[in-house]
């Protein structure tokens, strides 16, 4: 049906004589003060387009500029590690919670037109280059190299890093307890898959501290060696990765030996072999071990998303937006699990995430891992932590880091 075509606006009724048009309230004169007529305003001319050669040479007047300033931050950075005094390491000079102030004022200024996630990792590295001038961070990871906990760590510290790849989360604990690594990187959940128990069940019994998270958008390829589906038999990759592929595996490799293995990079590495394997993995994965791209992104959801926690061996102060991880023993007796979150929920404090594992105290006993929106240092929290040791059998504080950022 064809649409009824609108009726032309009505002209606007002409003044009578000797009568000057209505005009918005707004637009009278003050009584007692005469009117004067504004000017007609001159059309504005238009900027004149630039020639290519005249663009190039502005882009590098603004190149050297920014090197200059680059430069000029790092010498106080520089000045800023003299004024804290000759300190120990590395990890001495690195403040969490500063570097969280830093990017979120780099998200409150930006207008684009680059967006956040751009702008935030690159003053990520300058601040990383900055703070390797004292010497560099040693940050261990589930390795080998190539693995999303390597990209994480690479996300939160710079690629201006020692990193340490290594075998297993419970190495990259026990490294950063004896001091061999001043941070380590490890996988906590899957936006699609839920939590890494093992690295939940590292933190029973050891005393280290969360001081970061950091939440990284996973992709997941197909990659063999001679990029052809059809010479796939066998495919390798870590359990959780098959688990986040299972639709577009059972489509289109449903005849393939599933063989799981430690980590993503470890399956790029068995993968490069023979032209009948492949992997799941990273697209790094593929250019560190030489492999081609048969299929990807082939995870199931597009928003796939894994969240990783940054373990040292110290709290650190407030940033302004921060979050803090407990781990809960709770008595044997009805509601008390209830009781053990009263305190937050009377306080405004919000529960993030609650996570329950076997405790290793006793048969049938559970620990509740919890995050909590807050500062261990904040009156709330204070007050809410000093209420729950009187209604848990152990309340032990994890960390209290910045909320992840971009």
């Given at each position: 049906m064809a649409k009824r075509p609108k009726a032309p606006a009505k002209p606007a009724p002409k003044p009578a004589a000797g009568r000057k048009p209505a005009t918005a309230q707004a637009d009278k004169p003050a009584k007692g003060k005469a009117v004067q007529a504004k000017p007609p305003s001159a059309p504005v001319p238009e900027t004149p387009a630039l020639d290519l050669p005249t663009l190039r040479t502005r882009i590098d007047g603004i190149d050297q500029h920014i090197q200059q300033l680059i430069a000029e931050r790092a010498q106080f950075a520089n000045q800023v590690g003299k004024a804290k005094g000759k300190l120990a390491a590395a990890v001495d000079y690195y403040r969490p919670e500063r570097e969280a102030q830093v990017l979120r004022r780099v998200v409150d200024r930006n207008d684009g037109?680059?967006?956040?996630?751009?702008?935030?990792r690159l003053f990520r590295e300058i601040m990383s280059a900055c703070l390797a001038q004292q010497e560099p961070l040693k940050i261990g990871f589930l390795g080998p190299e190539g693995t999303h906990s390597q990209q994480a760590a690479f996300k939160h510290f710079g690629h201006s890093i020692h990193g340490?790849?290594?075998?297993?989360?419970?190495?990259?604990f026990q490294e950063v307890e004896a001091g061999n690594a001043d941070f380590g990187v490890v996988p906590v959940e899957n936006s699609t898959q839920g939590t890494i128990q093992s690295t939940l069940d590292m933190f029973l019994t050891s005393k280290l501290k969360i001081s970061g998270e950091v939440e990284l958008r996973v992709h997941q390829h197909l990659l063999s060696r001679s990029g052809r589906i059809e010479d796939i038999e066998r495919v390798y990759s870590h359990p959780q990765s098959f688990a986040q592929c299972k639709a577009w595996l059972r489509e289109y490799l449903p005849k393939a030996e599933k063989i799981a293995?430690?980590?993503?990079?470890?399956?790029?590495?068995?993968?490069?072999?023979?032209d009948d394997a492949a992997a799941i993995a990273g697209a790094s994965a593929g250019n560190v071990y030489g492999l081609k791209n048969v299929a990807g992104p082939i995870e199931d959801r597009p928003?796939?998303?894994?969240?990783?926690?940054?373990?040292?061996?110290?709290?650190?102060t407030p940033s302004g937006n921060d979050r803090t991880s407990l781990l809960i023993f709770?008595?044997?007796?009805?509601?008390?699990?209830?009781?053990?979150?009263?305190?937050?929920?009377?306080?405004?404090?919000?529960?993030?995430?609650?996570?329950?594992?076997?405790g290793h105290t006793g048969r049938w006993q559970y620990a509740f891992f919890v995050d909590i929106g807050g500062h261990v240092q904040e009156e709330a929290m204070r007050d809410a932590l000093e209420e729950l040791q009187e209604l848990a059998h152990?309340?032990?504080?994890?960390g209290s880091y910045p909320v992840a950022i971009a």
């Open positions: 037109p680059l967006n956040d996630e751009v702008l935030v340490l790849p290594l075998a297993s989360i419970e190495e990259v293995v430690s980590s993503n990079a470890e399956a790029a590495r068995r993968a490069r072999n023979a928003d796939n998303t894994t969240r990783f926690l940054v373990i040292g061996r110290e709290l650190f709770i008595k044997d007796q009805p509601g008390a699990l209830y009781n053990v979150l009263s305190p937050f929920a009377k306080r405004g404090l919000s529960m993030n995430r609650i996570e329950s594992r076997p152990e309340v032990k504080v994890l």
